[in-house]
């Protein structure tokens, strides 16, 4: 008979580390041997639930990473370059948006590095409107009003006018 109960490998090893402990408890004769047995097992038990609690604490703040992107914004007219938004940030502050510059050239794309940054002016991520202003040139607005100009080499996909950096 096969059991639909899947059984989490923590509870295996804590179940394993109480039964050697039972298991030095019964075999052993001597006190001394009894009770380091009985420590060993308590440390193991001990370490193993702090590493356990810090997994869990280490896995619901992967949960909030507020990171999201890349997204794609805007589309050149020529349709060579495309704006994208990556969203970075820590978990307390509101997210800082990042713009860059792609190539659309399949497996041969290229990304700029940034043309530039855009932090929240509230507590909520800035909402972004990107358009090609040029074949090399972008606006772009923010939901709070700001507006940057910004352009890009189209050979070296480096940017010629920036705005809001560092990006920190």
């Not at 298991?23 to 380091?36: D, E, I, N, Y």
């Not at 940054?117 to 009003?145: K, M, Q, Y």
Request: proline share 7%; hydrophobic share 45%.
């Amino acid at each position: 008979m096969t059991s639909t109960h899947d059984w989490h490998p923590s509870a295996v090893l804590a179940g394993s580390v109480v039964m050697l402990m039972f298991a030095g408890w019964l075999g052993l004769r001597s006190p001394t041997a009894v009770r380091a047995a009985f420590s060993f097992g308590m440390l193991a038990l001990l370490a193993f639930a702090s590493f356990a609690a810090l997994a869990d604490v280490a896995h619901e703040v992967a949960t909030l990473d507020p990171g999201k992107g890349p997204s794609v914004v805007a589309v050149s007219p020529d349709s060579r370059y495309e704006i994208i938004v990556v969203y970075s940030g820590d978990l307390i502050a509101a997210d800082t948006a990042v713009v860059r510059v792609r190539s659309r050239n399949g497996l041969l794309s290229r990304e700029s590095t940034d043309l530039g940054c855009v932090r929240p002016a509230n507590s909520e991520p800035a909402a972004l409107i990107v358009t090609f202003t040029g074949p090399h040139d972008i606006t772009v607005d923010a939901n709070d009003g700001r507006s940057w100009q910004a352009g890009f080499d189209p050979h070296a996909l480096r940017p010629t006018v920036t705005f809001g950096l560092p990006c920190q």
